[in-house]
């Protein structure tokens, strides 16, 4: 069981975005709480590399913005290598700001990023007048960016992506006029909130997003709210396993993201908000959690994808322990996450005795099955490895990873943390 109270690391979306905005605004920014896993670090790595200076001291970040067209590190280098690592959001949104700098870089990552398409930011970035060049004409890695002049661009989006969309509306500010973003459901808005405080000329009208562009952003102290995916599986550790109750502070409570809050309501299971509050633009509170033996079924579909796909992996352990049939669909993007979720999650849930089925978008789950241990084959994906020390828990023999390092991506820290949930 899992019993206490913990205060929530930092999320991960708004600590790369706080790094790469201060980064280009004009002046000194401190960010607190930041996330120092994997993932942001190789943020931090790529805009040193752009000359941008960046101090971390504990949990604090002190970088000096070099201004919005001021990025690049010295003139005897023609082309820049940038490694984002394991980060698709590094990838894509870096994209976005070099499309409007005057230098050439090329964009490298890890074994997973090579895999991930960057399609659906090479083409707006390309209609915007971005010279783009890559593999398989920049959908993969290496990408190879010439920034410069941009033209305005009104788009729809193809795909509900937040990572996409803040590509775009970062190139928008350094566009030659008025730029649309058409959204078909709203992904997290963090980019918008975010640079609003910077002093962007963002506006949002319904699924659309219109941004002007601007000279300059302004410097920012920014405070980075726990980071309701990390929180996810502790939240499902505590509903799944007998007598827990957990206490988490601190969570960030953008509506963007908290889909697994609705879905667990929906299943019955007991949760509750404690102590509301806005911190910085973004809505932060405490989530209580205990123990629900009376899980039911729930069906998880489009309406509400966007605002839960980081959570499926730990949703999935959780519809394995709830009553009924769980059907989670519309959900392919999945597949093109870290690792194939679709398929890491069912294979490996079969694994371990559960009764699940694929699909071409998602996956049917039905319940209750008592779990048995296995040895997961993680792909060293980080939300898969937590899912299943998750699964772990409640399993009538050991769960086995092949990998546990991947966890330092999102979550460092989390290994003693469950130890000291663990009663
Ligand atoms: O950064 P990365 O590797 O893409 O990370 C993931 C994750 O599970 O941590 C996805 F694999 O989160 C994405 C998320 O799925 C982070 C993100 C963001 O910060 O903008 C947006 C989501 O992706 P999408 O599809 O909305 O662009």
Do not use: W
């Not at 109270?5 to 790094?19: A, N, P, Q, V, Y």
């Not at 890559?134 to 890695?141: E, H, R, V």
């Not at 969309?165 to 959204?183: C, H, V």
């Not at 963002?202 to 000279?215: A, F, H, Q, R, T």
């Amino acid at each position: 069981m899992l019993r206490g109270t913990f205060e929530l690391i930092g999320d991960k979306s708004i600590s790369h975005r706080s790094i790469m905005f201060s980064a280009i605004s004009k002046g000194n920014n401190k960010v607190s709480n930041f996330l120092m896993g994997q993932d942001c670090l190789s943020t931090v790595s790529c805009f040193r590399k752009m000359g941008v200076d960046i101090e971390i001291a504990g949990k604090d970040v002190f970088i000096t913005g070099k201004g919005l067209r001021g990025l690049k590190t010295n003139d005897n280098i023609d082309n820049l290598l940038l490694d984002v690592g394991n980060s698709g959001t590094t990838i894509r949104l870096i994209m976005g700001i070099l499309a409007g700098n005057d230098f050439e870089s090329t964009l490298i990552g890890d074994e997973s990023i090579g895999k991930r398409p960057m399609k659906r930011v090479t083409d707006p970035l390309r209609m915007m007048g971005c010279d783009i060049t890559g593999k398989d004409d920049a959908n993969f890695t290496p990408i190879t960016v010439r920034g410069g002049h941009l033209h305005s661009i009104d788009y729809k989006m193809p795909v509900a992506s937040a990572q996409v969309k803040s590509a775009i509306i970062l190139a928008s500010l350094y566009a030659d006029g008025q730029s649309i973003i058409r959204e078909k459901v709203k992904s997290r808005n963090h980019t918008e909130i975010m640079l609003k405080a910077f002093g962007a000329d963002i506006k949002e009208n319904g699924l659309d997003i219109i941004v002007n562009p601007v000279d300059e952003l302004f410097n920012q102290d920014i405070y980075v709210p726990g980071d309701i995916s990390s929180a996810a599986f502790i939240i499902v550790g505590a509903l799944i396993s007998e007598g827990s109750e957990v206490l988490i502070k601190n969570v960030g409570l953008n509506e963007t993201r908290t889909g697994i809050i609705d879905v667990i309501k929906n299943m019955n299971g007991n949760i509750e908000i404690i102590d509301e509050r806005v911190v910085g633009g973004e809505k932060v509170g405490d989530l209580l959690v205990r123990y629900s033996k009376d899980l039911t079924a729930t069906t998880i579909d489009k309406t509400i994808i966007p605002r839960l796909i980081d959570e499926i992996p730990v949703i999935a352990v959780l519809a394995t322990q709830a009553e009924g049939t769980t059907i989670i669909k519309d959900a392919q993007e999945l597949k093109v996450k870290e690792s194939n979720r679709i398929k890491t999650v069912v294979d490996n849930l079969k694994k371990m005795g559960a009764d699940i089925e694929e699909l071409e978008d998602g996956m049917i789950i039905k319940g209750k099955t008592r779990l048995h241990g296995a040895t997961i084959e993680t792909f060293k994906d980080h939300r898969i490895a937590m899912s299943f020390s998750i699964a772990d828990l409640i399993s009538d023999s050991r769960v086995m990873l092949d990998d546990t390092n991947c966890i330092n991506i999102s979550f460092p820290g989390y290994f003693n943390l469950l130890k000291d949930l663990t009663k």
